[in-house]
């Protein structure tokens, strides 16, 4: 008996890595290819309809686009909002979660309820354009971090590892003479910083991904997101691009995928500092409601 049961986890840990090992390569593969073509040579790329991996590397696309004075503008305005979004991301998230996570709190079933509803009925995009033209916010910065201030699901998640804290310490500061802001500041955030560091990942990815609300809401081009960009310099093509830059533009194909690369990079160098806190973070703070 076992003899079998040792065989059937043998198996199963076969089966599991394969499938896991098949899903990461569909997920890797995509990307490679696009690396190694933003690196291809003009000739390869004009020779071959499909190139799979490049003879020869040239940094032909990198220089092209690093020659265009709208694309590093177009990266610092992504970096600004993603930095400040994140930040007003945390601090509303964390402020209205440590009151919720308050049994004490007069109303908090309610609140609850009331953030609850928006995860499964939202006002949409008419409406909300509405809202942000009638706030004057169009074409401006804020329009990218305002109404996406606060996610429900993450508002939920970090309540409930809230509420996992020992009250004791809670008691215990309140014994030496801290308030509710002391408590929150000097004890509860940094006993929370897994889920924090977390979420701050995940609001930075969203805000650097910043698409369709930069569309909606900023005509100004000087003002476009990286990701904006990318969608025109996709759509323009080497006619578009021929005017954004002095020097003549290599094949589309290196264009796009280069632009791809410079624009994922940045955001993907950032994983391997916080990955050990993402299952610790989210799961303390999913398993209790």
């Not at 006002?123 to 509405?130: D, E, K, M, Q, Y």
């Not at 889920?195 to 081009?221: C, E, G, P, Q």
């Not at 955001?267 to 916080?274: H, K, N, T």
Request: with cysteine.
């Amino acid at each position: 008996m076992p003899h079998e049961r040792n065989w059937g986890n043998r198996l199963f840990g076969i089966v599991n890595a394969s499938l896991l090992a098949i899903i990461a390569a569909v997920m890797i593969i995509p990307f490679l290819y696009i690396v190694l073509i933003s690196f291809a040579t003009e000739q390869e790329v004009l020779a071959k309809s499909f190139l799979v991996f490049p003879t020869k590397f040239s940094l032909t696309g990198y220089r092209y686009i690093l020659s265009t004075p709208i694309l590093l503008r177009s990266l610092c305005v992504t970096i600004g909002v993603t930095v400040v979004g994140t930040l007003v991301n945390l601090f509303m998230t964390v402020l209205t979660a440590y009151p919720l996570a308050r049994k004490e709190l007069y109303g908090r079933r309610p609140i609850m309820l009331m953030v609850t509803f928006t995860m499964v009925f939202n006002a949409g995009i008419v409406p909300t354009f509405l809202i942000v033209k009638a706030l004057h916010l169009t074409n401006t910065y804020w329009a990218l971090i305002i109404p996406s201030a606060i996610s429900a699901f993450n508002l939920i998640i970090i309540k409930n590892f809230f509420q996992q804290l020992p009250d004791g310490l809670e008691e215990s500061a309140k014994i030496d003479g801290c308030n509710d802001m002391g408590i929150l500041f000097r004890i509860v955030i940094p006993l929370s910083m897994p889920a924090i560091a977390t979420f701050s990942l995940f609001y930075a990815v969203t805000h650097w991904n910043t698409f369709l609300s930069a569309i909606l809401y900023v005509n100004d081009s000087r003002k476009w997101p990286i990701q904006v960009l990318l969608r025109q310099i996709v759509i323009l093509s080497e006619k578009g691009l021929a005017d954004m830059s002095e020097a003549p533009p290599p094949p589309s194909k290196i264009i796009n995928m280069a632009v791809i690369v410079f624009s994922t990079v940045p955001i993907l160098s950032v994983y391997p500092f916080l990955q050990k806190h993402f299952a610790k973070g989210v799961l303390l703070g999913s398993v209790k409601g």
